[in-house]
C-alpha cells in the first residue's frame, strides 16, 4: 500500500510557482508548491518509536529501571510520554499531509474517504496483531488435551479487541473528521468539550454498577466509570462469547473505549500544532509560539491533577494538557535544534525509526508474541520462552539484573534499526 500512516508525513510551507499556460490549451493545474521539509518532525516521530521498543520489550519486567516503566496508577514517568506523543505528532503530521492533498486538488468527500480508510486499517492491524498466532499455544481451561480446531475456538473468545494500534486508529479517525473543514474556534470548542465532558462523567457521575461516585472511586481501577463501559462494551461472556478486555486484568482495559474519548483531544491538540507549524511565519516566530503554548499547556496539566490525576491508565483530561504541553515543547525543542540550528548529525537513526511506524508496531509486536511467549526451549532442564533463554544466556550470565534487562531492551532495539534500515535503504516503505 502506498499511503500513509497517520505521522508518516513531514510538514511543509508553500512556495507558490507560477502556472505554465499556451496558446488555444486550456490552462494547467498550478505546479505543486515547493515545500520546506521539517526533519525534526521525522526525528521527533523516530525517537517516540524506538522509545516504544525500548520499554515494550525488557529483558525481565521484574529488573527494570524506574523511568523505563509507567507509573503505577496516578502520576507519569518518562515511559507514559510515549503513546501520547506518538498521537499528538499523528495529529500534527495528519494535518500536513492533507493540507498537501487539498493543494494537489484532492477535495474533501476523497479526504474523507482517505480518513476513514486509514483509521480503519490501523484499528485492524492492531486487532491482528492482538490475535496472533490465532489459536490458544498453551493450555485451554477445561480441555486436558485440546484439538488445533478447540484452541482456535478458545483464541476466538479470549481475542482482546482494544490495544494501542486500535487507539490509534480510533483516536486518528475521530480527531481527522471533526477537524476538516472547521475553524479553529470550532476545533477548540470540540477539544474542550471531550476534556470537561470526560472530566464531569469520571468524576461527578456515580458509576452504575455500584453507584459510587465517580471522584471517590477513581484510584479503583476496576470500579470507574471506563471500567464500566469497558466489561458493558467488551465483556460478552453474559451472551456466552467470551471476555474481549486485556488480559491482565479482565475487568478494565487500558485502551478501552471511554477512555479513547479524551484521546481524540490529544490528537485534535496535535492537528492544531500542525496548523501552527504549517503557517507561512518565519520559524523562529513558530518556535516561540510552540514554546510558550507547551509551557502554559505544562502548567494547566499539573493544576488540573490536583482535582483530576495525571493517569495514563485511564487518559485522564489532565494528562492529556499536560502530554500535550510537553510534546509542543519538545517538538519545538528538536525543530531549533535541527531545522534552525542545523545541527543533524545525530537524526538519521531516528529518521529511518519514522519512516515505517507501520512495520516497527506490527512487527515488533509479532516478534514480541513469538518469544516471549510462543516459541520455548529447555534451559537447565525447564521449559522456559525463547525470550527468557536469550535473555539468561547472553544478558543475564554477567551483566546485574536490571543491567542486563536494559542491554536485551536496547539489543531488541537496535535489531529492529538493523531490519528499518535494510527497508530505508531500498526505499520501501510500508503505509497504510
Not at 344 to 366: D, R
Request: hydrophobic share 50%; charged share 15%; net charge positive.
Amino acid at each position: 500500500m502506498s499511503t500513509t500512516l497517520p505521522g508518516s508525513s513531514t510538514g511543509f510551507v508553500d512556495v507558490q510557482s507560477p502556472a505554465a499556460s499556451a496558446p488555444e490549451v486550456a490552462p494547467a493545474r498550478p505546479a505543486a508548491p515547493a515545500r520546506e521539509r521539517l526533519i525534526s518532525l521525522d526525528v521527533f516521530r523516530g525517537l517516540t518509536i524506538a522509545g516504544m521498543l525500548l520499554v515494550n520489550d525488557p529483558g525481565s519486567w521484574g529488573a527494570i529501571y524506574p523511568p523505563l516503566e509507567h507509573a503505577a496508577w496516578n502520576g507519569w514517568t518518562p515511559t507514559d510520554l510515549i503513546f501520547p506523543f506518538f498521537l499528538f505528532i499523528a495529529g500534527v503530521t495528519t494535518h500536513l499531509s492533507l493540507t498537501a492533498r487539498r493543494q494537489r486538488g484532492d477535495d474533501e468527500a476523497a479526504i474523507r474517504h482517505q480518513i476513514i480508510k486509514r483509521g480503519l486499517l490501523i484499528f485492524l492491524f492492531g486487532f491482528l496483531v492482538n490475535g496472533f498466532p490465532f489459536f490458544t499455544w498453551g493450555d485451554v481451561a477445561g480441555i486436558a488435551h485440546p484439538t488445533f480446531l478447540q484452541r482456535i475456538v478458545d483464541r476466538l473468545y479470549h481475542w482482546r479487541i482494544m490495544g494501542v494500534l486500535q487507539r490509534i486508529g480510533l483516536a486518528y479517525l475521530c480527531a481527522a473528521l471533526l477537524s476538516q473543514g472547521k475553524t479553529v474556534k470550532r476545533q477548540v470548542t470540540t477539544i474542550v468539550v471531550l476534556l470537561f465532558g470526560y472530566w464531569f462523567a469520571m468524576t461527578a457521575l456515580p458509576v452504575p454498577d455500584s453507584g459510587a461516585m465517580g471522584q471517590i472511586v477513581l484510584n479503583d481501577a476496576p470500579r470507574t466509570m471506563a471500567a464500566w463501559w469497558d466489561r458493558l462494551l467488551l465483556d460478552w461472556t453474559r451472551f456466552g462469547l467470551g471476555n474481549h478486555l486485556w488480559v491482565n486484568s479482565l475487568t478494565w482495559d487500558p485502551e478501552g473505549p471511554f477512555s479513547t474519548i479524551p484521546a481524540i483531544a490529544t490528537a485534535m491538540l496535535g492537528n492544531l500544532a500542525g496548523q501552527w507549524i504549517g503557517l507561512k511565519r518565519p520559524i523562529q516566530e513558530r518556535l516561540n509560539g510552540m514554546f510558550a503554548v507547551g509551557a502554559i499547556g505544562m502548567m494547566v496539566g499539573l493544576m488540573w491533577n490536583w482535582s483530576f490525576p495525571i493517569n495514563k491508565s485511564i487518559w485522564t483530561s489532565s494528562y492529556v494538557v499536560f502530554t500535550a504541553g510537553m510534546a509542543c515543547v519538545a517538538i519545538a525543542a528538536i525543530m531549533w535544534i535541527v531545522d534552525v540550528q542545523k545541527v543533524k548529525g545525530w537524526t538519521k537513526p531516528f529518521v529511518i525509526y519514522g519512516m515505517n511506524p507501520m512495520v516497527a508496531f506490527v512487527g515488533s509486536g509479532v516478534l514480541a508474541r513469538c518469544i516471549y511467549s510462543i516459541f520455548t526451549l529447555t534451559y537447565q532442564g525447564k521449559k522456559i520462552p525463547l525470550q527468557a533463554g536469550i535473555y539468561n544466556v547472553l544478558f543475564l550470565s554477567w551483566l546485574e539484573p536490571v543491567n542486563a534487562s536494559l542491554a536485551f531492551a536496547l539489543t531488541f532495539v537496535l535489531f529492529w534499526f538493523a531490519i528499518l534500515y535494510v527497508l530505508y535503504r531500498k526505499r520501501i516503505f510500508f503505509k497504510v
